[in-house]
């Protein structure tokens, strides 16, 4: 057990609809990262936020949103769904901005996979 | 962040040492080197990290010359179960822009019998 939660582990739903995947970050960690992982492909950097902040994006569809909330647990919603949005879904966390300047260690959590048929 | 090229995929057998090596020409000032190691369908897993020379741990060594434009992860006495997708990253948090901790393509390292 990393100590990030991802939930839920698995979903399965139909093209057009709207799903929200959850992620509680290791304890002590201000920062929230997610990635998207489709088959046989890298990972590819989708938001981060810090202590409730949006701080990075990456190649994130309009479709896709995030946010963190005051408690530290971060939500990435996906609508309007595509067949290629299947994809395990990462979360990571790390200790935050600041912090032993130019560590990057990322947590992650076991992922959570979307099927989108 | 500074951008790595490693190899696609890499082959060896049980008991053997693995090393993969990363480039990173452009490696700024503040960044460290940091590897994860990705089994299927799972998160990655991080393995080690570094600034400059040498850092071992139980899992790995992490060798980076003084240029610090590459860096290698040295597995020992590999096994089966270290069949992995190996990624190597480059960079540093920073507080201004935030961190995007892009990953490459990673390598595929196939340990057979």
Redesign the interface.
């Known amino acids: 057990d990393?100590g990030?939660t991802q939930t839920p582990k698995h979903l399965i739903t139909a093209t057009g609809q709207r799903v929200t995947l959850r992620c509680s970050p290791r304890s002590g960690d201000l920062?929230v990262?997610w990635?998207q992982q489709s088959l046989d492909q890298?990972?590819q950097?989708l938001i981060?936020y810090?202590n409730g902040e949006?701080?990075?994006k990456?190649n994130i569809l309009e479709r896709f949103s995030a946010q963190q909330f005051p408690d530290l647990h971060s939500e990435l919603n996906l609508s309007s769904l595509e067949l290629g949005d299947s994809a395990?879904y990462?979360c990571?966390s790390?200790v935050g901005?600041?912090?032993m300047?130019?560590?990057?260690?990322?947590?992650?959590?076991?992922?959570s996979?979307l099927t989108v048929l | 962040l500074a951008k790595t090229t490693q190899p696609i995929s890499m082959d060896s057998y049980e008991g053997q040492e693995v090393n993969i090596t990363c480039s990173h020409n452009n490696i700024a000032t503040?960044?460290?080197i940091?590897w994860?190691q990705q089994f299927p369908?799972?998160?990655?897993?991080?393995i080690i990290?570094g600034?400059k020379t040498k850092v071992t741990n139980e899992v790995a060594s992490l060798f980076i010359p003084a240029d610090r434009k590459s860096s290698t992860l040295s597995l020992p006495r590999v096994s089966l179960s270290d069949t992995a997708v190996y990624?190597c990253?480059v960079?540093?948090?920073?507080?201004a822009?935030?961190?995007?901790?892009?990953?490459?393509?990673?390598t595929r390292v196939l340990v057979k019998p």
């Open positions: 990393s990030v920062s990262y990635y890298g990972l950097f981060q810090y949006e701080r990075a990456g395990l990462f990571a790390s901005l600041g912090v300047s130019g560590a990057n260690v990322l947590t992650f959590g076991a992922g996979r | 503040n960044d460290y940091t994860y369908s799972q998160g990655p897993r991080f990290q600034y990624y990253l960079g540093a948090i920073n507080e822009a935030g961190n995007k901790l892009t990953f490459g393509g990673g």
